[in-house]
């Protein structure tokens, strides 16, 4: 079970020196933007729900664009996390074949009060090292559909059918074929070893690296927290199967068009303030795994309020409330 899994890791803190940094990042924006895979392109070719920072713009060149010293504020609870970390957002597709957004909700362990957005962990295991100014990464391919190649490629991207808010277990790497009473949660993890000498790669991938048992590989030596999201999608509006397709099918399909659930992905742009994330993880800070408690007495904190009054106006128009003839930028289902 993920929550168990956490809590172990938690509790062995003070022999293994680990940290568990786990807090609550609310919905920033809600649009057709990706400055890692399509910088400049407005409107990008699918639709993201972005947390964190709100310097979040249409290229965050590192040259140019210093997240930590352009953000005015950021919906995440550590107020020296300017980051920006965000996925593909959720759609329910009708029997009539009409589409509708899936909104996001606060994680039911502690952020109830979040408007919407994420729940974000930097876990440890040991000594780790804090990403570097400028850097950022993918995980995942939203062209993949099949488990073969998720699985061989990727690991630890999941889906859990929460019947109550502390339901873990049970996770699939496809959509939840059933109704779902509590929402679906989205769980993406992201590798943690870095090569040690690029922040970025032309895939924003290849630089870094997933461990070979419980060691990084000699290729990619530097050990990094991972990061770590959980995303509550409030599927409960459309649990009844009389909506659902006539073949019994699931209904719901990524904004990239993936009715699969296998092409899963987040990404991730580093915007911590100076040394406030090395300090936490060398602080073998542990947050309570259940509550709204970030105990971590070296990083500026602010309210679950403050934090939801962080926003960034939208730079795209267009309709994204209501029911959809299509995806947001047309994308095809597939």
């Not at 020296?80 to 597709?93: G, H, Q």
């Not at 909700?105 to 974000?120: M, R």
């Not at 099949?146 to 699939?172: P, V």
Request: glycine share 8%; proline share 7%; net charge negative.
């Amino acid at each position: 079970m993920q929550l168990r899994n956490l809590a172990l890791l938690a509790a062995a803190a003070s022999v293994d020196a680990a940290a568990t940094l786990r807090f609550s990042c609310s919905q920033l924006v809600v649009e057709r933007l990706d400055p890692l895979v399509n910088p400049g392109e407005n409107p990008s070719p699918h639709l993201h729900q972005v947390v964190g920072g709100n310097a979040f713009n249409v290229s965050m060149d590192p040259a140019v664009h210093d997240l930590p010293t352009t953000a005015t504020c950021t919906t995440c609870t550590p107020t020296e996390d300017l980051s920006n970390y965000w996925t593909a957002v959720l759609f329910f597709k009708a029997r009539n074949g009409t589409l509708h957004r899936v909104n996001t909700f606060g994680n039911e362990l502690g952020f109830t009060g979040a408007n919407g957005g994420q729940t974000v962990y930097y876990l440890t295991s040991g000594k780790a090292t804090a990403f570097k100014p400028g850097f950022r990464m993918t995980v995942g391919d939203p062209n993949i559909r099949t488990a073969e190649e998720l699985n061989r490629r990727y690991k630890y991207m999941d889906f859990t059918c929460l019947q109550s808010s502390m339901t873990r277990g049970g996770q699939t790497t496809y959509f939840p074929k059933q109704p779902c009473a509590a929402g679906i949660m989205v769980s993406i993890r992201f590798p943690t070893c870095w090569d040690g000498v690029n922040v970025d790669s032309p895939d924003h991938q290849s630089h870094v690296a997933y461990p070979n048992g419980n060691a990084c590989p000699s290729t990619h030596p530097v050990t990094i927290p991972q990061v770590f999201y959980e995303t509550y999608w409030d599927t409960r509006p459309f649990n009844n199967r009389a909506e659902w397709p006539a073949d019994g099918s699931q209904p719901f399909v990524w904004s990239f068009g993936d009715r699969t659930g296998y092409g899963i992905h987040g990404d991730y742009v580093f915007g911590w303030k100076g040394d406030a994330l090395q300090r936490a993880l060398d602080a073998n800070c542990n947050s309570d795994l259940f509550a709204n408690r970030i105990n971590c007495p070296t990083l500026q904190t602010q309210s679950l309020e403050q934090a939801n009054r962080c926003v960034k106006p939208k730079t795209v128009t267009e309709n994204l409330d209501g029911w959809l003839t299509e995806l947001p930028g047309g994308m095809p289902i597939s």
